[in-house]
């Protein structure tokens, strides 16, 4: 199996930065997909980021531009990097791993934003 591990949250104000990191151990496969998810209170989950092994970043359009995806494949793990923070930003953030067998979710971190 596949293990996650987040850190990284908390709580800043608008117009300031975070970073998140997750940390994947266990049964890795060289070619996966880790990306960011997002939840806010009454709202489904949602993507905001993704990175494949190897491949082209994939963002939403609500994080263009503030947010940026990397990984370091040599310590399995995946970095949120969130500028510009927005109050609308606030959510718990998951991270996510897939390969060809699993998906496997973290279990999740709080961001919020205060305006």
């Known amino acids: 199996q596949v293990q996650l591990v987040e850190s990284g949250g908390g709580l800043v104000q608008a117009g300031g930065s975070l970073r998140l990191s997750c940390a994947a151990s266990?049964?890795?496969?060289?070619?996966?997909?880790m990306g960011w998810y997002r939840q806010a209170p009454g709202n489904n989950r949602e993507l905001v980021a993704t990175?494949?092994?190897?491949?082209?970043?994939n963002y939403a359009d609500s994080v263009k531009g503030r947010f940026t995806i990397s990984r370091d494949n040599a310590k399995n793990t995946v970095y949120l990097q969130m500028n510009s923070l927005k109050p609308e930003d606030t959510a718990v953030y998951y991270c996510?791993?897939?390969?060809?067998?699993?998906?496997?979710w973290g279990q999740g971190t709080q961001v919020t934003v205060s305006s």
């Open positions: 996510n791993y897939k390969d060809s067998r699993y998906v496997v």
């Open positions: 266990g049964s890795i496969f060289s070619i996966n997909f």
């Open positions: 990175i494949p092994y190897g491949g082209s970043r």
